[in-house]
């Protein structure tokens, strides 16, 4: 390495790798959980069941949002594989991407781990934004009752180390 050269190329790629996967999340987080003027999300800390509601903007929600979430989580996965292929990294430099790549499949895991156990529970519709120490959970229903609102947490909880505290559940109808 050259004297007084601070960054180099690889590092320049790391960095924007590391900030298009931080955008891909997000972005996902704030087009999957859009709150609308008078309505309410809530954060259960405890045992009961708060009602919500949100309303899709058409039918489609789940699937529109499932698609947009796909696409910027193909986008990351795409950036880091085009700087790995493209550029000489040191060995620590390939261990952090590694490791990048490794985190996002982890979560992309859980995400769909958890909406097939909604699924399985009896939710039609769910969709699962998972965050770096927060979850949120959409379902489509007419309402929450404590016992339901429970099994998400449950579910959650089993998938991934997230605290009871940090798991959002919206309600679409």
């Known amino acids: 390495m ?7 190329k690889t590092h320049i790629g790391l960095v924007v790798m590391v900030l298009a996967l931080g955008a891909a999340v997000w972005l996902n987080m704030k087009f999957s959980s859009e709150k609308y003027l008078g ?15 949100a309303k ?6 789940f699937e529109t949002a499932k698609k947009d979430r796909e696409k910027a ?11 790995l292929k493209k550029s000489p990294l040191t060995d ?11 985190e996002l499949a982890s979560r992309i895991e859980s995400e769909s781990n958890i909406e097939t156990l909604l699924k399985a529970k009896g939710f039609p519709k769910a969709l699962a ?12 229903s007419d309402g929450l009752t404590t016992a339901q609102t429970l099994q998400i947490q449950d579910i959650v909880t089993g998938e991934t180390k997230i605290p009871l505290g940090n798991i959002k559940i919206v309600v679409v109808k």
């Open 2 to 8: 050259k004297k007084g050269k601070v960054f180099t």
């Open 39 to 53: 309505e309410a999300t809530y954060v259960n800390g405890g045992s009961s069941a708060v009602e919500t509601g």
């Open 56 to 61: 899709a903007e058409s039918e489609d929600y």
């Open 73 to 83: 989580k193909t986008d990351a996965e795409e950036l880091i594989t085009e700087t």
């Open 92 to 102: 620590k430099e390939k261990q952090e991407a590694v490791l990048l790549t490794k």
């Open 129 to 140: 934004v998972l965050g770096d120490k927060n979850i949120t959970v959409i379902v489509k």
